[in-house]
């Protein structure tokens, strides 16, 4: 390959894992934030202070330093500034604008998806009284065009519609909330990659969830899936076609949250982006597959060389985990008040000891996570 650079958008965490990739591939990375001082400062060969939805500073940006391409991890707002950044520069990127544009809100893409394999039914709603009529509770309650857990509330009846709907407005920008048949059941992710309009690697992950907090917060990841067999992967890989297919995904990486219950697959959530949990260096432990490596060339060289060399390796022997340590914002940390499996084969902290949690969630915030496995 031929020396490339690489402009990133954001400057926290997630944003390291993209700048040690990027670096190991052979690449110059530069970065631009809002907040230049953030967690990947150190790691990036340059960066200017430039808000990431500032399509022209990022556009300038990109042309002082001679970006070849503009990326981001785990960032959800960073989505439409990549792409409508690339199409002015004339910079190959996964997704163009008008694909993005099916994502505005969960309400144009449940629309989009209502014939698609594991389909909710919904009812947008400006004010509560718009959703006097639904009759299927219990029901989440969510804003339409939010993204991760906030705002997302379960809903019971609708006299607890009323009484949330509020709050799950105020993460909403264009005003509107969601109401979404709720799907019990088991949570599972699935890491996907595009290339050229083809499915070329999928897995399935079980997404376990704190049980004492509300909003669906994260609190690990498990590989292989409990629903690794030949008939429930048959019915994910329908999911992850469908809505790839309809939504344009032709290329890079598209990850989903699902629910499974009695057989059947719900779709929960979507994204054409890596997850902000660092998912693929458990795919890496895994199965030795790095995405992170399989993303860049595809960005930076068109190649797929990786993927081509691939060969998926049977899991049954052993599980792979990822957990997050986690505490409630505000607090002091210190290192000793958490649990690392003395084996984890990888240790992260988000905070140094001694610093206080932050508010993201407002419930629980993660302070760190560690990878290890284990003999089944």
């Not at 992170?292 to 060399?309: F, G, I, M, P, R």
Request: with cysteine.
């Amino acid at each position: 390959m031929k020396n490339k650079t690489l402009l990133m958008l954001g400057m926290g965490h997630s944003q390291i894992d993209l700048a040690q990739a990027a670096h190991e591939y052979g690449a110059k990375v530069y970065a631009c934030a809002r907040h230049v001082n953030g967690p990947a400062r150190d790691y990036v060969d340059g960066c200017r202070q430039v808000d990431i939805l500032d399509i022209d500073g990022i556009v300038n940006y990109a042309k002082e330093i001679k970006a070849d391409a503009i990326f981001s991890v785990g960032l959800e707002i960073a989505l439409e500034p990549i792409a409508r950044a690339s199409e002015q520069l004339g910079l190959y990127t996964f997704y163009s604008s008008e694909t993005l544009s099916k994502l505005d809100n969960k309400v144009s893409w449940r629309q989009a998806l209502k014939n698609a394999s594991g389909k909710l039914e919904f009812m947008p709603a400006s004010k509560a009284s718009d959703l006097k009529d639904w009759d299927l509770y219990p029901a989440i309650l969510k804003p339409a065009d939010g993204s991760g857990q906030r705002g997302v509330i379960k809903v019971n009846n609708f006299a607890e519609v009323e009484s949330n709907f509020a709050a799950a407005l105020k993460y909403s920008s264009s005003g509107l909330n969601i109401l979404e048949e709720f799907a019990g059941g088991d949570e599972i992710s699935v890491n996907s990659f595009m290339s050229d309009g083809k499915l070329r690697f999928s897995i399935m992950s079980d997404r376990i969830s704190y049980q004492d907090v509300p909003g669906g917060i994260i609190k690990e990841h498990h590989i292989p899936s409990i629903y690794d067999n030949a008939d429930m992967a048959a019915k994910v890989h329908q999911v992850v076609e469908d809505v790839n297919r309809t939504m344009g995904f032709r290329n890079g990486h598209i990850y989903f949250q699902l629910k499974i219950y009695q057989g059947k697959v719900a779709l929960i959530e979507f994204t054409p982006r890596f997850d902000g949990c660092h998912m693929w260096r458990l795919i890496k432990t895994a199965t030795g597959l790095d995405l992170l490596q399989v993303t860049l060339e595809k960005l930076l060289d068109a190649s797929t060389e990786t993927l081509d060399k691939y060969t998926a390796k049977a899991l049954q022997d052993k599980r792979y985990f990822l957990k997050f340590n986690s505490d409630l914002p505000g607090k002091i940390v210190d290192y000793k008040n958490y649990y690392v499996e003395p084996d984890a084969s990888y240790n992260y902290w988000y905070y140094q000891e001694g610093e206080k949690i932050k508010t993201v969630t407002s419930i629980i915030e993660k302070v760190g996570y560690y990878i290890y496995s284990s003999t089944k």
